[in-house]
């Protein structure tokens, strides 16, 4: 079983930035790939960053250069650092956790921007 614990959320005016964390416990294979998704109220769930443990990126295009995912396997842990923030990109950010194995999400952290 894996558990991913989310951090780092909050209010920020627009143009600033936040910076996500994603820790994962439990039973975790090598190979996985960590990401980030968002939903916004009366919005689906949509990817935002994902990244493999090898080190390929994929980024929703809304994000593309305001946005970078990041991950630290020795500590199974996956960052979103997040710049230029615009109110638009309000949500509850969802961390999870891909494997032949498993699948698991985090309880999501609320960020807010302000304009």
């Known amino acids: 079983q894996v558990q991913l614990v989310e951090s780092g959320g909050g209010l920020v005016q627009a143009g600033g930035s936040l910076r996500l964390s994603c820790a994962a416990s439990?039973?975790?294979?090598?190979?996985?790939?960590m990401g980030w998704y968002r939903q916004a109220p009366g919005k689906q769930r949509e990817l935002v960053a994902r990244?493999?443990?090898?080190?390929?990126?994929n980024y929703a295009d809304s994000v593309k250069g305001r946005f970078t995912i990041s991950r630290d396997n020795a500590k199974n842990t996956v960052y979103l650092q997040m710049s230029s923030l615009k109110p638009e990109d309000t949500a509850v950010y969802y961390c999870?956790?891909?494997?032949?194995?498993?699948?698991?999400w985090g309880q999501g952290t609320q960020v807010t921007v302000s304009s």
């Open positions: 999870k956790l891909d494997s032949w194995a498993t699948m698991a």
């Open positions: 439990g039973s975790i294979s090598r190979m996985n790939t």
């Open positions: 990244m493999t443990a090898g080190g390929s990126t």
